[in-house]
């Protein structure tokens, strides 16, 4: 029985005309899945069985959001809650299997919530040089009875090699209102005043509360249980490639990794395992043939939440 929506919901759905068109757009596994076939697909396979058949060291970006070690339901299937060890077992194996298919120069991004990232932290640093632990602020989800509720997550940052990687920090600046504008000799000192307010450019730090969970009214948003943002997936490519580098993800999930690749110009290869997810996923990139834009972020560079008016009007008058 399908869902009554309300009349402004924009979630992404398709009818079995839709999935089935959108199928027949991604690639199966094979024996040999050649870089050129694999370009800019969606495979419709197991990651841990899909992985051995690409070619080896093409990937310059490696961005997973695996299941987190819940009980949760994907589509048809569902994840089953492991003992830590088994859970530590199971993040291993699908790392040995990722590891080759990554260049000397890449770079690593592994989503995860509090109680797995301890656990992937610690592996991660058996294949690659941690770098840093990016924490993320979500604030979608219902409070806890008899606890803190979860309202972060995290994103382990690695790298293949200690020095030699990609990081283009003035790519994913953020850019916060002034409350307090300081000035010297009358003029601004490192803000900028417009008609549409007053704002500066800073830094990134590992610390993110500018993201908005995709929900009913935003036209990335989809059924699947644990999508992830544009915004999100859009400073880990920004930072961590430049334009033309390939970016795999062996769990696409909803297919917000390849969306938001194909939106700024690079390349991706996903691999997804249910077949309502591929074809949203392939639905997504075709509805970003005529839609590139990312919430959260114009003028190349990202804003606070609750901003958008401010953004039309800053970018109307070329500020």
């Not at 839709?18 to 050129?36: G, M």
């Not at 592996?123 to 606890?147: C, D, P, S």
């Not at 591929?278 to 639905?283: H, I, M």
Request: with cysteine; net charge positive; hydrophobic share 35%.
């Amino acid at each position: 029985m399908q869902k009554q929506r309300a009349e402004r919901n924009r979630t992404i759905t398709l009818d079995e005309t839709e999935t089935s068109h959108c199928l027949n757009q991604c690639i199966l596994p094979a024996k040999k899945l050649t870089l050129r076939k694999i370009t800019n697909s969606i495979i419709f396979g197991d990651t841990l069985e899909t992985m051995p058949l690409l070619p080896c060291a093409f990937a310059d970006l490696l961005i997973v959001d695996p299941p987190y070690n819940l009980n949760k339901a994907y589509g048809d299937s569902s994840f089953k809650k492991l003992s830590d060890d088994d859970y530590a077992d199971f993040t291993d194996y699908w790392l040995s299997k990722a590891k080759p298919l990554l260049k000397p120069s890449a770079s690593i991004y592994i989503c995860c919530d509090w109680k797995s990232s301890l656990i992937i932290g610690t592996v991660l640093q058996k294949y690659f040089h941690v770098q840093n632990r990016i924490t993320w602020q979500r604030e979608k989800g219902r409070g806890a009875m008899h606890n803190w509720k979860n309202g972060m997550e995290d994103i382990w940052f690695a790298t293949m090699s200690k020095k030699n990687f990609t990081f283009n920090v003035n790519a994913v600046k953020m850019r916060r209102k002034v409350i307090a504008p300081y000035k010297v000799d009358g003029k601004p000192k490192d803000w900028m005043e417009t008609e549409s307010g007053n704002f500066r450019d800073t830094f990134p730090s590992n610390f993110w509360d500018d993201i908005s969970i995709p929900y009913w009214s935003m036209p990335e948003n989809t059924d699947h249980p644990a999508q992830k943002p544009e915004k999100l997936m859009a400073k880990l490519i920004l930072a961590s490639s430049n334009p033309g580098d390939m970016v795999l993800d062996p769990f696409l999930g909803s297919g917000t990794t390849a969306v938001v690749a194909k939106k700024l110009g690079r390349r991706f290869v996903g691999i997804e395992c249910e077949k309502e997810y591929c074809a949203l996923s392939q639905k997504r990139l075709e509805m970003a043939n005529d839609n590139t834009e990312i919430q959260g972020y114009s003028g190349n560079v990202f804003w606070e939440r609750n901003t958008l008016s401010l953004q039309k009007k800053h970018l109307s008058k070329g500020q």
